[in-house]
């Protein structure tokens, strides 16, 4: 359990979301016709006085577009000057082991949780390996519920890669959390369960479910159309969310877009 640096009394807890930076072992890999580290950089240049006011960053999967062990100590790299704490989980592109390796030390926790103030924050793997959908094993799910058990007087924040609800595009709803009713079903279960954050489908969402906050945020590199059942790409336009978490279980959230 990391322990964030709690906010003063009465204070938000602040976090900043970035996913899908899909970066690669050389430093000019380009995806779709843009270059992912360039537009990563961009976006942390951009988010720098959010980077640095806030009490963690939360890294939610697809870090990395091709596996490869450079592009997790490239991610490290260009993370460490923030000298923030990095919670990150796996998406479907990633390599958890080596994550597991290079994102699980001094600033970095991989697949865990993180408590600050009253809220504790559930980092869970929805990566379901050689699968593009995802899918929250069984040890996951029991994780998640035995944290949130050991902390009954926390408001709790959930983190997965793929969406556990459908977002209107057939071709992202067909590649989201299989299981996804269940998975909702425990959301509806835990009370004081106050949001669920991912990333996977490289676009902002923002919606609820019977109180909760359901949030997904733009990729830092290129976006996929919104509304489209099928597959189409926006270049040169990323983002990240920012969140306040505030003592009373109010979440307050934005995007922040960047010109990549
Ligand atoms: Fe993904």
Redesign the pocket.
Known sequence: MRKLTAAAPGEALRLLQIT?CHLFADPDGDMYGGCTRRSLVKVLEAARPHLENCHAVLAT??LSQDESEKSYLDFVKLMTPFNRPVLSIP???DRSELMRVHLNQGLFQFCGAARGGNWLLVMLSSQNRGR?AGALSEQERERWQELVGQHPDCHVLVCL??QPVNIGSAWLDGIGLAGADTFMQQVSATSNLRGVVW??IHQEFESRSAGVHLLAAPSTCHQFVAGQDDFGMHLGRSGYRTLELHPDGRIETQVHWVST
Request: zero cysteines; a negative charge.
């Open positions: 899908d999967g697809d998406g479907n592109h593009t890669h793929h990333g996977h």
